[in-house]
Structure formats: C-alpha cells, structure tokens
C-alpha cells in the first residue's frame, strides 16, 4: 500500500507498507493494451470487473478515511510512551568469563546482570507501553487500520486475479494500481490478461 502514515512508534508490528512494482508499472501497463488496441475502447468494463473495481474503491476511501484519527491517536500514544530499555554492558568480570569458556559450555553461564535487568526493564516497559495503546486509543485504532489495510489488499488482489477479457477490463486493472501497486510477482496475472486479450484481435 501506499505508505500513507509513519509507523516510528509501531515497534514489533508487521509492516504493512506495500512492495514496489518490479517489471510492470502502471503506465507500462496501459502502453501495453493501448498497442493491443484495433480500434479506439468506447466501452465499460464488464459488470464483475466493474463491480470489483467498486468494491476496491470503497474499501480504499474507508481506509483513508481512518488515518486523520489514526494519526491523531498515534501522536498522543508518541507524547505518553516510554523509552524503551536498552541492554546494559556486561562487567569486565563477566566479559573475562566470557573469554574463558570454551563454546561447548556457553550454554552453562549464567545471564549477566545487565541482561537480568533488561528482561526486567523490558516487562515493565511492555506492560506500561501496552497501557499508553490504551490510553491514547492508538492500539485499538491501529489494529484496526491493519485490518482495513488488509482488506483493501485483497478487493486489489480479488480485481487482479479476474481474468480481463477486454481492454476496458485492463484499463480498469490499471486505474486500481496506480492507487494501490501491484507486486512484482503479479506480473504473470497481468501477462495472462495481455494474451487473452490480444487472442481476441485486442477489439472490444
């Protein structure tokens, strides 16, 4: 997807930013049914692909319509939110230690005490970090944003794998990726589209 919001904050979420085109732009794409064409395309895209486009569409404008809350919510969670721990260095008794033991038996040290104290500071910070999501309403919203992300991915997806069977279909397929690209592995739903189509004499 686009990347519509900065996610500093979001540490341990998945990223959700989408992958760049590789072999095919958007702009390709429509050179390429635009050298398919016989005949100038005065045509609607048939009914599913239209109704497919529709429904990407909407769940785009839902999607967009979350973010002005979600960045809101994210910059009161950035104003209350911890620092988080940072591991300690070990002792110049635990580093010699260290040294001397051979690496058969490294699994038999005990944890240094920087390293206690990081797990302890980290519980403490994920407990206090989890309460400052609630607090901002930031977490509530952000899953919620990842979820319509991931909604919006697949009505993308759903109009992608619909075989095309007009230059209008295509030119649909275009108008959704310039808004939300399309990855590099789906070259070949795009190639199939472009065989079809051109099987036909390219005419509408």
Do not use: C
Not at 150 to 178: E, M, S
């Amino acid at each position: 997807m686009p990347n519509t919001s900065i996610r500093a904050a979001a540490e341990g979420l998945a990223n959700v930013n989408r992958r760049r085109l590789l072999n095919l732009t958007g702009a390709g794409l429509a050179l390429a049914a635009t050298a398919m064409a016989t005949k100038p395309s005065v045509a609607a895209p048939t009914s599913r692909v239209a109704d497919l486009e529709a429904a990407f569409h909407a769940e785009w404008a839902a999607l967009r319509a979350m973010e002005p809350d979600l960045n809101a919510a994210e910059l009161r969670y950035m104003q209350i939110k911890g620092r988080r721990p940072v591991l300690g260095e070990m002792t110049p008794e635990e580093n010699e230690r260290l040294r001397k033991t051979a690496v058969a038996d490294l699994s038999k040290l005990p944890p240094s005490r920087a390293s206690v104290e990081h797990v302890e500071a980290m519980r403490a910070y994920t407990k206090a970090d989890a309460a400052a999501r609630r607090k901002s309403g930031f977490g509530k919203l952000d899953r919620a944003y990842a979820e319509a992300t991931h909604r919006t991915g697949d009505a993308a997806n759903a109009l992608l794998r619909y075989p095309a069977a007009t230059l209008d279909d295509l030119a649909a397929k275009v108008r959704v990726h310039r808004v939300w690209e399309y990855d590099g592995e789906d070259f070949n739903f795009i190639m199939n589209d472009i065989a079809r189509v051109a099987g036909n004499g390219g005419v509408v």
